[in-house]
């Protein structure tokens, strides 16, 4: 890997624009709130604009969620209008949808909706297939900022990556048509192959079956939890899929996401109540370092503060929104000798990636039945650049910073949910001296080296040793591992690219 390679790689990335969609969205991952997962059909005007205010006043407008997404449900039961147009149901959005939008974007948010690549849509609604213009424009009119296009009741139109490519190329066509910067987020469960061709036309593609608010269980309507993890064309996704089976699925294409287009591991279940504390901060911090898309799925006007705390915490976020904007990558799984928790299940696995400033995330999750220390050697953390310990970094003491360390806490949290005033809740906020995005981007914080996006040292992994951490039964320790600098050295972090990035990129 020469020097010269990596510049061309750079110089590519940045000016021909070559990889994915292009459309300059969604440049690092989308992050909102969808209804769906806390209110399936139960939607209307008032739930979505009482909690866009809820966003705002909680600082989580600051720390980066700002789409508001209206998921299915919203249209007329009685159909399209005369003019074959798509309807809002008006005993839930009495006033149309317009008014809806201008709200959102006069608090600053964009606005997000939903429809079908089908006849109809999941819930059975009017689907936007063989009616792309129509329903584009519609989008357009309503002031739709993002779409979420799913593949229910598509007609037989699956099966082979062609197929499926065309059917959602004519809705990312007709969005385009109306002029409007639209972001489309597919949703067609990886069937077909989407991991390969999904950033061609879209910001982002599902990759798996829906989640449901489980850490490990299997569930026969995840139909794919049968198959051996990873296995890739497997026919009826389904739902009911758990944050362990989201995670196997994607581990071997997690190299694919890139700026613009991004593997979506589905909405977060934080704060539903399914899952243990460790569970949620499991779960929220994969899928920041795995750059999925990060949509809050909970009821955020009835919210427990163990909840705010975890999709608050601009450390983990960070992860996120990097500018790097490549996922980590899954450096070992392991399945011997782990003891089994109450579903069966006993695994860990070892995630790791590159950040832009040359820092290293790393993720210890440990998805078995017990407490255990989990170790993994510098050379395996860093195979990517190099396997066998060829990796230069291996010669260096790394610091460890735990991502969790500075959560916000617990009586902070209570005190901002219990506030009434919207005042109250931004003393609260200043007072916390809490992480505000809109003041200070996560590209400009992380190059100021903002205290606040790097947890807490605890320690020092030295030069060609093993990483070591204590590991509770389904819980992850996240770090960022910091590159102790020697005296005079030349080490270039930009200069050694992982192995598969530049094939991406070129
Ligand atoms: C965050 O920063 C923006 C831009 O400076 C400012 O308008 C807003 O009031 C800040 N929010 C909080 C909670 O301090």
Redesign the pocket.
Known sequence: MSLLLSSVVVVASLFSGAAAINNGLAITPPMGWNNWNAFGCDVSENLLLTTSTQISSL?LR?VGYDYVVLDDCWQDPKGRDKHGKLQPDLAKFPNGLKPISDQLHSQNFKFGMYSSAGEMTCARFEGSLDHEVDDANSFADFGVDMLKYDSCYHMGRVGTPSVSFNRFKTMSDALKATGKNILLNLCNWGEDLVHTWGMSISNSWRITGDIYDSFSRPDDLCACNTLEPGAVNCVAPGTHCSVLFILNKVAPFADRSIPGGWSDLDMLEVGQGGMTDEEYKAHFALWAALKSPLFLGNDLRDMPASALTIINNPAIIALSQDPHGRSVTRVRRDTEGIAKDEWGMGETHVWAGHLQNGDEAVILLNAGGEDIEMSVRLAEIFIPYGPGGSAPHVKYDWAIHDLWAHRMPQETAEALLAAKEVEDR?DI??KANWY?A??LPYAKGLAKEDARLFGEKIGIAEAGGVLKADVKSHAARVFRLRRVKKEGDNFNAKSIARKGEERDEL
């Open positions: 600082g600051e931004v906020l200043k505000n809109t003041e």
